[in-house]
């Protein structure tokens, strides 16, 4: 089944001239999805469908015949990760065995705000077991409840995760967009492996209320897309304050509900970027394709300092795991009290023995030690928790990237997305040799980042970052917009066997 990867405002000029209706797009989506998703090349990214897609895109269409278009997303289907509750047919499980049968009693804030908007919620996608965060040597794509999601480039190499099934849902033209979430790279990563644009917002920008949690110091929701314009509306589109949510607070005045006013084709121009060359890593192959996105910036009018490197940026691994150990313990206790009586878990001690009872199911890869070593973990009151956190903040902010970013006077920073895509090992797990890093900084301190296609290695798409201080979504946005419209890189996946080896 193939369709044009439309973007929102196509498919909204469709819809508006009578071309299309949203029941007709949702049913061009839904057969895509059986036909690349469930067979063809089972690429496996979406867990679940909403059986209620039709009937909502129906209403939508009434709504537009009655002469009311909500926005920019009306009648637009979106992707969501299977951590975020929806109040619907649709199961909430973070993949997860444990969490089977499990149906939100209310939708997540961004979910009522996609409502809102006009957006229809087309299904979920599979993601790497509670994002990622269960074992040391676990398999990015993989979950008990929906099996191994693979990178519609090469099927052979991984989609990485937590958000992999909403990566490679959106480069493989299953829905216009989609929503993932990151702690440390979970936004970042997927994005720029499957070749689409991800934004991880500043900590406070969107809601985490009703999102199966990590950790509240470093947990964000974001939009995933194919283009920066469709990614920036469907930023702006989930903003609001959560009274529920404390961290919303901050962005009062600092948010934008219309993150398209930041798209200028000439948004380099004169910007001062750092270039984070102690975490642009040693792969000669992604390192040209960086220089060649350097040398496109200084041709549209960029300034970039080279280097700029950030301080600290590989001080933190420690104490970063050990708050997201105390925090996930506290967080996702708290969000399982609050399921109903009949749920098969309700704390974190509960998971980890309904994964033993079930361990060949829920473990045939890999364990669950990042699980039990928060079990662990004490109260949050407790001083190692608290002098870590502080520990964190202050290398990742005032001495990291606040003091590059001052001492330079820089607009922005950035850095290759990572490596290219690697080999799924179902036996080993994921590798650890990417020395490029590129997330870690930015999600330990709450601030905006951005991924954008910059390239191919063997076929394999390689993004560059663009990140900042906090609130600087409009800015990162621009550039990023700019870098784009000047490049076009991304091309659609090819479903391929494996990657092309050959020169």
């Given at each position: 089944?193939?369709?044009?990867?439309?973007?929102?405002?196509?498919?909204?000029?469709?819809?508006?001239?009578?071309?299309?209706?949203?029941?007709?797009?949702?049913?061009l989506y839904l057969r895509r999805i059986e036909a690349?998703?469930?067979?063809?090349?089972?690429?496996?990214?979406?867990?679940?469908?909403?059986?209620?897609?039709?009937?909502?895109?129906?209403?939508?269409?009434?709504?537009?015949?009655?002469?009311?278009?909500?926005?920019?997303?009306?009648?637009?289907?979106?992707?969501?990760?299977?951590n975020i509750d929806t109040a619907d047919q649709m199961?909430?499980?973070?993949?997860?065995?444990?969490?089977?049968?499990?149906?939100?009693?209310?939708?997540?804030?961004?979910?009522?705000?996609?409502?809102?908007?006009?957006?229809?919620?087309?299904?979920?996608?599979?993601?790497?077991?509670?994002?990622?965060?269960?074992?040391?040597?676990?398999?990015?794509?993989?979950?008990?409840?929906?099996?191994?999601?693979?990178?519609?480039?090469?099927?052979?190499?991984?989609?990485?995760?937590?958000?992999?099934?909403?990566?490679?849902?959106?480069?493989?033209?299953?829905?216009?967009?989609?929503?993932?979430?990151?702690?440390?790279?979970?936004?970042?990563?997927?994005?720029?492996?499957?070749?689409?644009?991800?934004?991880?917002?500043?900590?406070?920008?969107?809601?985490?209320?009703?999102?199966?949690?990590?950790?509240?110091?470093?947990?964000?929701?974001?939009?995933?897309?194919?283009?920066?314009?469709?990614?920036?509306?469907?930023?702006?589109?989930?903003?609001?304050?959560?009274?529920?949510?404390?961290?919303?607070?901050?962005?009062?005045?600092?948010?934008?509900?219309?993150?398209?006013?930041?798209?200028?084709?000439?948004?380099?121009?004169?910007?001062?970027?750092?270039?984070?060359?102690?975490?642009?890593?040693?792969?000669?192959?992604?390192?040209?394709?960086?220089?060649?996105?350097?040398?496109?910036?200084?041709?549209?009018?960029?300034?970039?300092?080279?280097?700029?490197?950030?301080?600290?940026?590989?001080?933190?691994?420690?104490?970063?795991?050990?708050?997201?150990?105390?925090?996930?313990?506290?967080?996702?206790?708290?969000?399982?009290?609050?399921?109903?009586?009949?749920?098969?878990?309700?704390?974190?001690?509960?998971?980890?023995?309904?994964?033993?009872?079930?361990?060949?199911?829920?473990?045939?890869?890999?364990?669950?030690?990042?699980?039990?070593?928060?079990?662990?973990?004490?109260?949050?009151?407790?001083?190692?928790?608290?002098?870590?956190?502080?520990?964190?903040?202050?290398?990742?902010?005032?001495?990291?990237?606040?003091?590059?970013?001052?001492?330079?006077?820089?607009?922005?920073?950035?850095?290759?997305?990572?490596?290219?895509?690697?080999?799924?090992?179902?036996?080993?797990?994921?590798?650890?040799?990417?020395?490029?890093?590129?997330?870690?900084?930015?999600?330990?301190?709450?601030?905006?980042?951005?991924?954008?296609?910059?390239?191919?290695?063997?076929?394999?798409?390689?993004?560059?970052?663009?990140?900042?201080?906090?609130?600087?979504?409009?800015?990162?946005?621009?550039?990023?917009?700019?870098?784009?419209?000047?490049?076009?890189?991304?091309?659609?996946?090819?479903?391929?066997?494996?990657?092309?080896?050959?020169?």
């Amino acid at each position: 089944m193939i369709i044009p990867e439309w973007t929102i405002a196509e498919l909204q000029a469709k819809m508006e001239s009578g071309e299309l209706t949203a029941r007709q797009v949702v049913e061009l989506y839904l057969r895509r999805i059986e036909a690349v998703d469930k067979a063809g090349p089972f690429l496996n990214s979406i867990i679940e469908v909403n059986r209620e897609a039709l009937e909502i895109a129906e209403k939508l269409d009434a709504e537009r015949r009655a002469g009311k278009v909500r926005g920019a997303l009306h009648g637009i289907p979106i992707l969501l990760k299977d951590n975020i509750d929806t109040a619907d047919q649709m199961q909430t499980t973070a993949g997860s065995l444990a969490l089977e049968g499990h149906y939100a009693a209310r939708d997540a804030f961004i979910v009522r705000q996609l409502r809102k908007a006009g957006a229809v919620i087309l299904g979920k996608t599979n993601l790497s077991e509670w994002a990622n965060f269960r074992g040391k040597r676990s398999v990015s794509g993989w979950s008990s409840r929906g099996g191994l999601t693979r990178n519609p480039y090469a099927l052979d190499r991984s989609a990485c995760g937590s958000s992999s099934g909403s990566g490679a849902a959106v480069a493989a033209n299953l829905a216009v967009a989609a929503v993932g979430t990151e702690t440390d790279g979970s936004i970042i990563c997927p994005s720029h492996t499957n070749g689409i644009v991800g934004i991880k917002p500043t900590l406070g920008l969107l809601s985490r209320n009703g999102i199966i949690p990590i950790a509240h110091s470093q947990d964000t929701p974001g939009p995933m897309a194919r283009t920066v314009r469709d990614a920036a509306i469907l930023l702006g589109a989930m903003t609001g304050i959560d009274l529920e949510d404390p961290a919303t607070r901050l962005s009062r005045k600092r948010s934008l509900s219309n993150y398209v006013r930041a798209l200028d084709y000439d948004g380099l121009k004169g910007a001062r970027i750092g270039v984070a060359r102690n975490m642009a890593g040693s792969n000669p192959k992604v390192l040209k394709v960086f220089e060649n996105a350097l040398v496109v910036m200084r041709q549209l009018g960029a300034v970039v300092i080279d280097p700029a490197d950030v301080p600290n940026f590989d001080k933190f691994g420690a104490s970063e795991l050990e708050v997201l150990y105390y925090e996930f313990k506290a967080d996702l206790n708290r969000y399982l009290r609050s399921l109903p009586e009949e749920a098969r878990v309700h704390s974190l001690e509960d998971v980890l023995r309904f994964n033993e009872e079930h361990a060949s199911q829920v473990m045939p890869y890999f364990g669950q030690e990042h699980m039990i070593a928060a079990q662990a973990k004490g109260s949050l009151r407790e001083k190692r928790y608290k002098d870590a956190l502080a520990k964190n903040l202050r290398l990742t902010r005032k001495d990291g990237i606040d003091r590059v970013m001052r001492q330079h006077k820089l607009d922005a920073l950035v850095v290759p997305s990572g490596g290219p895509a690697w080999m799924i090992d179902l036996v080993n797990g994921d590798p650890h040799s990417d020395d490029i890093e590129s997330t870690s900084p930015a999600a330990v301190a709450g601030y905006p980042h951005i991924t954008v296609p910059a390239g191919y290695v063997f076929g394999l798409p390689v993004g560059i970052s663009f990140f900042g201080k906090a609130w600087q979504e409009a800015d990162l946005i621009r550039y990023a917009y700019a870098f784009e419209q000047a490049t076009q890189y991304r091309r659609a996946p090819a479903f391929l066997p494996s990657a092309r080896l050959n020169p």
